[in-house]
């Protein structure tokens, strides 16, 4: 299971740089083209560490599976579909980032909102499914179990009020996607823990 | 075996996503875009998880494989040709969804099947050379074997008719595949098994 | 060194498809756009094959490798810079098949001509320094070493031969190709073996 | 650790193929363009051995990993951002490689830069914090590690000397990035060594 998804990860997040171009054609110069073209480069920096760091989950998550069923493996495909979106939803973002493009951003805006959205709905149906099926490695208790998709599961609630805002200020949006990953980045708690979030074990 | 044929898997998928794309360059606005794109967005997820279920079965077939010939390692070359012709297929059929296209819809529905049906008779050799050349890791009765190889050779016959469907509405096609994927991933029959399908073994 | 290999051929393989394409906004039908595009389909599974074998035979080699130094490291590296070529070299070819280009028809197949003939010379380097420098699993003869030398050192003969057909006839040189490509993905040979070619063992 | 990363670096060494094209539509011959393209095929060749180095450090680094914390996690995600902005560089450092271009060739020679200095610094600190935290599969002397952080640290240093060339001459730059790619790939000093670099021991 984990090279395909790794393989699709990889792929995804390496196809968000064709995205990025800039061309001798231009009467702009160089660093004008850069300058007006940072949407782009702000979505796509976004971008890759939103993938990025559903990749250190996903990896978190599958080093716990002992068993693989079949409708793991759909939730799983569930997650790579909405991670495979992701180039587009990030193009079209960065496209219709100008507020001057009116109710279009706000579309953008939703659209990016639904990839990230699905994808934090997959995983927790991953991790909930793991852990009621007894597919992981260790026992996991019920209240293990909770915590843990519950923590992921606060995500499938982070993201539609970020999306809110996005709707407000697009830009903003990207901020709090920014700062989101880097919290999820840092953290240390383990994904099965019996101790709430932040506690001093490393993982 | 399994790396070459996933990362061929993982690319062909995530490539889909090229054939996706919105403009602030257009005269329309982002909703009216994403409207009349739907061929692009349908064709798009019918085959995600298309290839998905490919990915699926591929999965567990190799999991069975002991020993590998050249002849398997070129029915398998020949299953990931059929694979990596899907996102041309994808996007030549999106282009000519509409009914509009006359005879050109046809072709498009058609040269979709040839990818599908090549993938289902190269994945149907594999299973085949696989049970008669005993490179299974554990002993296949000439029973399982056939009983394997006629469940997936069924997918042989399936495609055809789907096609045809397609050359009358090529939109019911598409949900005609899409309902083939949810079946494929969500069954449980092991692929070799002594019982007829559908029987109560988890996989 | 197989994992990043194997991830080279893949994407390297699949992208051959972005050169696949048919347009509805063509004047021309779906059929006469798939009939006049035929230089591209046929470069396109050529080539599709051509790096399917150096997969087969690389994952062969790679089998046998029992320690790894930097100059393999090269080597293999030079193989996948020319395999990273073939999506370019195929599609120039592909454009200027029909022989109304003139010249640059023979410039097209000599381009072609040298991703391949890279690709040979950088396989006959990898097989010949992992056979001195003994990086093998198991202990070779210089005998055995000096067979398989030859036997892929003979492609890079070939690869010229061809070549100069292709100057002459590029559809001729694409039908050779296909033939190398069957002869090299059938052929049960050990690579490192004390008997001659064609000998009765299975691989 | 290793897969996904692995897949990035095959990708993104992959995707600058996509710069690469000639067409027959265009009124030159194909030699001609060829001619005329080559700073996009200087570049392409400098940056598949650039990121083709980066591979073979990387995977000697990975090598020695014992134990992955987060933040190793997040300085390799650092790296693998800056290796999948290479195809984007390049393909713009091609575009004004041509001193015509004046200011923006500097621009471009800056952006190509960053990507770089980016990956080095990226790489040191893995290797500063792997060394640090103890990470590695055997005991490492606080002199080992200061040698090894201190040679690959040199590369952060020496990056903007050769940005620096680049502003005065780009294709100059290009020469000097070869020459570094050769003289990493060929060296045979291990990672962690306690003798100084260039010694007699093998990798």
Redesign the interface.
């Known amino acids: 299971?984990?090279?395909?998804s790794?393989?699709?990860?990889?792929?995804?997040?390496?196809?968000?740089?064709?995205d990025?171009?800039?061309?001798?054609a231009e009467p702009e110069?160089?660093?004008t083209q850069?300058q007006r073209g940072w949407p782009s480069f702000a979505a796509y920096?976004v971008s890759?560490?939103v993938i990025?760091v559903v990749?250190?989950n996903h990896?978190a998550v599958v080093n716990l599976v002992a068993h693989v069923?079949?409708?793991l493996?759909?939730y799983n495909?569930l997650l790579?579909?909405f991670v495979?979106?992701i180039?587009?939803t990030t193009?079209?973002l960065a496209?219709?980032l100008y507020p001057s493009?009116g109710?279009?951003t706000s579309?953008?805006v939703l659209?990016y909102g639904v990839s990230t959205e699905g994808m934090a709905v997959a995983f927790t149906l991953m991790l909930w499914h793991m852990t009621r099926a007894e597919l992981t490695t260790r026992p996991v208790t019920r209240q293990q179990a909770n915590r843990a998709v519950l923590r992921f599961g606060v995500g499938t609630l982070v993201y539609p009020v970020v999306t809110l805002v996005g709707i407000i200020s697009a830009p903003t949006m990207l901020l709090l996607y920014a700062a989101l990953t880097a919290y999820y980045?840092?953290?240390?708690t383990p994904i099965l823990s019996d101790r709430p979030p932040r506690g001093p074990q490393?993982?």
């Open positions: 299971m984990e090279a395909f790794d393989g699709v990860l990889a792929v995804a997040i390496t196809l968000l740089v064709l990025l171009h800039a061309s001798a110069t160089l660093a850069l920096a890759f560490f990025g990749w250190i990896h069923d079949r409708r493996l759909f495909l790579l579909f495979s979106t180039p587009f193009s079209t496209e219709y493009h109710a279009s579309v953008a659209l980045a840092f953290e240390q490393a993982t």
